[in-house]
């Protein structure tokens, strides 16, 4: 029997087996682990992504590949009562940059040319650049109603200027230049401290707004309904392909009350003087003409406004005040409300007579008749004719100063008179002895009572209050509410009732009758005119020259028209300075008229 003894080979072999008896299968095992490990890891962050975050992520991938690019609409038109235009859109040329079209290091340059055709300040375009954002797919309007020179450069300078569009844009035109300026308004650019309020939240830096008068009373009839493009961008933003347009919805056109013929009137009868005309139709309130100056024309805000033109603006006395909606003591017109106050209050009977005298006394003051005569025993219906001042002096003392400033309010003043251009509009002031001890310091007086009286002291009041108390009279004792909307509705839906009797309404009118027929205003009584019922005024403007005042309606048994004429610091008298204002407007209105 042979024996055979392992090599050392086998011994080494064999020894090695031992000590590695199941390691491979444990590697294999400890791999397979991990890769499951990370396979099961990576799985459920597929499956997260997918079936979870899905939908939330096409949505990103969507965003960052599809973009809308915004169109503004076309601005409503703004119409008279007739259809008339008085503010429409005409087609300019604007500039505008595309942010996203260039990468930011590009710009300066860009802008650098752009900044030289255009003589605008290269930082002026950066601001509005960096305003709205590199990122931006917006269009960022830089330049509007640019000249043909301009544009040509423009366009022969294209491949200079990348992301540098010529556009053609409707801007605002205003066909009669400056007439009913203070009505219409004007448009301008949107700025941030507006883009910042909640009430122009869907709005874009460039938009154009109204900021004034109608323009901003109607801004949300006018603006229309935004569209826009949905376009594809590739990874460094630029468009590819347009997968979709909406049509920008353009906005309502408005009609407004004013006539642009009695708007014409007017205008030429207030001439260059300081002041304002309003006329309205007495029954329903309805504006028919409203002329405020100095004014301005609103086209030069429709493109960039020169430093000429605004030096020109600046030089005159507050040209976008409009006065006709602004407070000044009304002098005499005011006697409709003392006289509607004595009657109603109880304190005088319908007929009652009074003296009148040169001057009263009081507390040891004089207060003067304006002729410092007087005018002999006159009832209220010749005291309204004569316009005499220790009437209603006698009035004024007898009822209280409580009384008559309750009824100062109930003809509306000390409010707003709820006309659509109420931002612009002044409450005007009707004063008590809370207020004057405030303000003044002092106590309620019988003495400012007796100012107040015929329209003194410190009451305030605008031009078209003034036309609101008028009206009273005019259209049989109701309050009405002037408005520049034309719409369906009837004249009742625009007035209530004062709840005045009868008889003082009857002597309102007689009053105001006597003032054509027989009193201080008899320069409108002509054969070629209908019966007129007015009344004028002169107030004290210390250390200035004097405010004048003249208000009308016409015919005076069925008015149509209703006219307050005022000249601020005119100097004169109502008579002599306000009524033949009125007089021309109503001889032009009344040029076919016949008995």
Not at 35 to 48: I, M, P, W, Y
Not at 260 to 271: D, R, T
Not at 321 to 338: C, D, M, W, Y
Not at 339 to 357: C, K, M, R, V
């Amino acid at each position: 029997m042979t024996l055979e003894f392992p090599s050392r080979f086998q011994l080494r072999l064999g020894k090695e087996s031992d000590r590695t008896v199941g390691k491979h299968f444990q590697a294999v095992v400890v791999m397979l682990a991990v890769t499951g490990v990370l396979f099961g890891a990576v799985g459920t962050r597929l499956a997260q992504l997918q079936l979870v975050e899905g939908p939330l992520n096409r949505q990103r991938a969507d965003t960052n590949r599809i973009r809308l690019v915004p169109k503004r609409p076309a601005r409503g038109a703004l119409l008279d009562r007739n259809g008339k235009i008085l503010a429409s859109s005409r087609l300019s040329h604007a500039i505008s940059i595309w942010p996203i079209a260039l990468p930011k290091s590009e710009w300066p340059t860009v802008i650098a040319r752009l900044s030289d055709i255009l003589k605008v300040p290269p930082e002026d375009i950066q601001q509005r650049l960096e305003q709205a954002g590199y990122e931006s797919i917006e269009a960022i309007t830089i330049a509007r109603g640019i000249s043909p020179a301009q544009a040509t450069a423009i366009a022969e300078f294209s491949q200079e200027l990348p992301g540098v569009r010529l556009e053609a844009e409707a801007v605002r035109n205003y066909p009669n230049g400056d007439l009913a300026a203070h009505v219409l308004g004007y448009t301008g650019e949107i700025t941030q401290e507006e883009l910042d309020s909640p009430k122009y939240a869907d709005y874009r830096l460039g938009d154009i707004i109204g900021q004034m008068g109608s323009e901003a009373a109607f801004e949300s009839m006018l603006q229309g309904e935004w569209g826009g493009q949905q376009v594809e961008v590739d990874s460094s933003g630029r468009v590819i392909s347009v997968l979709g347009d909406k049509p920008a919805v353009s906005g309502n056109d408005v009609q407004l009350t004013i006539d642009l013929e009695v708007q014409k009137l007017a205008e030429q009868a207030l001439g260059d003087r300081q002041g304002a005309i309003v006329a309205i139709e007495p029954k329903s309130g309805e504006i028919l003409a409203m002329v405020s100056r100095p004014a301005f024309d609103p086209n030069i805000f429709t493109t960039n406004i020169t430093d000429a033109q605004w030096a020109q603006l600046q030089g005159q006395r507050y040209p976008f005040v409009n006065r006709a909606l602004q407070g000044f003591p009304p002098a005499s017109t005011f006697k409709i409300v003392t006289t509607a106050a004595g009657i109603e209050s109880g304190a005088f009977a319908h007929e009652t007579i009074l003296p009148t005298y040169g001057a009263i006394t009081i507390g040891g003051i004089a207060f003067h008749d304006w002729n410092n005569v007087g005018f002999g025993p006159l009832g209220f219906r010749g005291a309204m004719a004569m316009s005499s001042d220790t009437f209603f002096y006698q009035v004024g003392r007898r009822i209280g100063g409580e009384t008559l400033i309750q009824w100062t309010r109930r003809f509306g003043f000390g409010s707003k008179t709820g006309i659509e251009l109420g931002a612009e509009e002044s409450p005007g002031l009707v004063p008590d002895d809370a207020w004057k001890r405030d303000v003044i310091g002092y106590q309620w007086f019988v003495g400012d009572t007796i100012n107040m009286s015929i329209g003194q002291g410190y009451l305030q009041t605008s031009p078209l209050q003034v036309a609101v108390m008028f009206a009273v009279p005019a259209n049989g004792g109701y309050m009405v509410t002037p408005h520049l909307l034309k719409d369906s509705r009837t004249p009742d839906d625009w007035r209530e009732p004062m709840g005045l009797q009868p008889e003082t309404v009857k002597i309102l009118q007689d009053g105001l009758r006597q003032v054509i027929s027989g009193g201080t205003a008899q320069a409108l009584n002509l054969p070629n005119l209908p019966p007129i019922a007015g009344k004028t005024g002169t107030a004290e403007a210390d250390p200035f020259e004097n405010h004048t005042w003249f208000g009308a309606y016409a015919p005076a048994d069925d008015p149509e028209i209703l006219i307050v004429a005022f000249g601020e610091n005119s100097g004169g008298g109502g008579g002599s300075v306000a009524a033949p204002m009125v007089k021309q407007m109503l001889e032009a209105y009344y040029k076919d008229w016949q008995k």
